[in-house]
């Protein structure tokens, strides 16, 4: 059974940083699209950023609205990755979810039905 559990999310004023990561158990994939997507008040959830992890190294991918603030990255070992939020804004105020796909990242990779296993969610909650 794969368990994603999210940690790192709270609530900081404008301007200021968190970092989220997750880890994953109860897999062993030789290649994995793992990272997040976000869901704001009174909107649908949308893509933020992915990590593919192969055996030929790592590939990112970022939603428009968070490129060159976030930073996603392989924590220590596969199973592990984290989500620096820098440069916060009002508007990234969301629950985060973890999600995983134990194959190459969809394409699109914001393509949500493909990822097969998601967290509970971590509130971000950023004021002005």
């Known amino acids: 059974q794969v368990r994603l559990v999210e940690s790192g999310g709270g609530s900081v004023q404008a301007g200021g940083s968190l970092r989220l990561s997750c880890a994953a158990s109860?897999?062993?994939?030789?290649?994995?699209?793992m990272g997040w997507f976000r869901r704001a008040p009174g909107k649908e959830r949308e893509g933020v950023a992915i990590i593919y992890i192969g055996t030929g190294g790592a590939t990112t991918y970022y939603a428009d609205s968070v490129k060159g603030r976030f930073t996603i990255s392989q924590g220590n070992g596969k199973n592990t990755v984290s989500l620096q939020m820098n440069s916060l804004k009002p508007e990234d105020t969301a629950t985060y979810y973890c999600?995983?796909?134990?194959?190459?990242?969809?394409?699109?990779?914001?393509?949500?039905?493909?990822?097969?296993?998601w967290g509970q969610g971590t509130q971000v909650t950023i004021s002005s």
């Open positions: 109860g897999y062993t994939y030789s290649d994995v699209c």
């Open positions: 999600a995983l796909d134990n194959r190459r990242c969809p394409v699109p990779w914001t393509r949500q039905p493909a990822y097969n296993y």
